[in-house]
């Protein structure tokens, strides 16, 4: 490979941020951090500065982006609701109101024909491993892949429904203004 192709290509996979700019890499460090994290250990991760870091976070903390944990020394960790609302206020922007509400229809009709096939409210009332017994059709692997489709569009109806609830209110406020 010459080194026009490696420039061209993606980043090694050791060093996915080397490329952006420190607050893309702090961004992406704190992406993937699921633990209340130092600074000091942000910051060997995004390869800056410890200090940089702290004002980067305070930054993200004001945004929500990271929730801030008092100690000696503080710690950062990443803010899933933040992240959950931002893909909520994005589906709402993305779809009308029809789309959304035939989205949620069609993920409430995959959940029902889960909840139908294995007799259960929801993925976490089945026993894999006695489901699988009990069936010629499924292997433990086929149940447990449909449990886990099920508690995806369990999720993502729930997403679907607030974008929809959000964009009715929002033409509601539109059309009364």
């Not at 206020?89 to 959940?111: F, G, K, M, W, Y």
């Not at 959000?166 to 203004?177: C, H, N, P, V």
Request: charged share 35%.
């Amino acid at each position: 490979m010459s080194e026009t192709d490696a420039a061209d290509g993606p980043p090694p996979f050791g060093e996915p941020f080397s490329s952006d700019d420190v607050e893309q890499r702090i961004y992406g460090t704190i992406l993937q951090t699921r633990e209340p994290t130092t600074a000091s250990a942000i910051a060997d991760s995004a390869d800056c500065d410890p200090k940089t870091a702290r004002k980067y976070l305070g930054w993200f903390d004001d945004l929500g982006i990271v929730t801030r944990h008092d100690g000696h020394p503080a710690t950062y960790e990443r803010n899933d609701a933040y992240f959950e609302w931002r893909r909520i206020n994005q589906l709402a922007a993305d779809h009308s109101v029809e789309e959304l509400q035939d989205r949620v229809r069609e993920l409430t009709t995959r959940i029902t024909e889960y909840e139908e096939a294995y007799d259960a409210a929801s993925p976490a009332a089945v026993d894999a491993v006695t489901a699988a017994e009990g069936s010629d059709e499924r292997t433990i692997d086929d149940v447990y892949s449909d449990l886990g489709d099920w508690a995806t569009a369990r999720e993502e109806r729930d997403r679907y429904e607030r974008a929809r609830q959000q964009r009715t209110g929002s033409e509601r406020e539109q059309a009364s203004g």
